[in-house]
T-cell receptor
Framework: DGGITQSPKYLFRKEGQNVTLSCEQN?????MYWYRQDPGQGLRLIYY???????QKGDIAEGYSVSREKKESFPLTVTSAQKNPTAFYLC????????????FGPGTRLTVL | GQQVMQIPQYQHVQEGEDFTTYCNSS?????IQWYKQRPGGHPVFLIQ?????EVKKQKRLTFQFGEAKKNSSLHITATQTTDVGTYFC????????????FGQGTTLQVKP
């Protein structure tokens, strides 16, 4: 939302290929999160980063990797080890000042053929 | 780990009818948030409840936090077609990480 961008909106890949999803924010927020959403289900946390050069595994990190080399960028790589990669991927960032709601990017819908 | 159960999973209503979705936790919550996701869109933050028994209103939406801080509800009065979407509750995970744990969501369909 607002200053969070994800690209592309739709992505198609062949099975066995790694793919990197982009998430950029110009809000100067420290923390960034990646969630996965499957049809009819809630959001599940993949990875999160509370500060540059540091990140932590979420609840479903297997088959994914991330980096946080810059404050404004938190790319997510879906590796070939992820068994069911087809999903809607959402990046989010909470505002500072102790507030913990999350602002979401528009999402990337990944389809692996 | 912490879980939050949300019911119902789906609800179809006639325009003008009311709608309610419920979230329940087995543990006491420090706060609970509500989000709305329009079809094809991303979740958008609606509100956060913090106090026991808290009730907050946003136009036709009424949010409640239970006295024991283990449950919450979102009630929409006189639904409109613009209310269509999926409503999620979310609670904070363990530790001060800012992580959120989301309910499964309630998808609302409104028939005009």
């Amino acid at each position: 939302d607002g200053g969070i961008t994800q690209s592309p909106k739709y992505l198609f890949r062949k099975e066995g290929q790694n793919v990197t999803l982009s998430c950029e924010q110009n809000l100067n927020h420290d923390a960034m999160y990646w969630y996965r959403q499957d049809p009819g289900q809630g959001l599940r946390l993949i990875y999160y980063s509370q500060i540059v050069n540091d990140f932590q595994k979420g609840d479903i990190a297997e088959g994914y990797s991330v980096s946080r080399e810059k404050k404004e960028s938190f790319p997510l790589t879906v590796t070939s080890a992820q068994k069911n990669p087809t999903a809607f991927y959402l990046c989010a960032t909470p505002p500072p000042e102790g507030r913990n709601e999350q602002f979401f990017g528009p999402g990337t819908r990944l389809t692996v053929l | 780990g912490q879980q939050v159960m949300q019911i119902p999973q789906y609800q179809h209503v006639q325009e003008g009818e009311d709608f309610t979705t419920y979230c329940n936790s087995s543990t006491t919550l420090s706060n609970i948030q509500w989000y709305k996701q329009r079809p094809g869109g991303h979740p958008v933050f609606l509100i956060q409840l913090v106090k026991s028994g808290e009730v907050k209103k946003q136009k036709r939406l009424t949010f409640q936090f239970g006295e024991a801080k283990k449950n919450s509800s979102l009630h929409i009065t006189a639904t409109q077609t613009t209310d269509v979407g999926t409503y999620f509750c979310a609670v904070g995970g363990s530790g001060n990480t800012g992580k959120l744990i989301f309910g499964q969501g309630t998808t609302l369909q409104v028939k005009p």
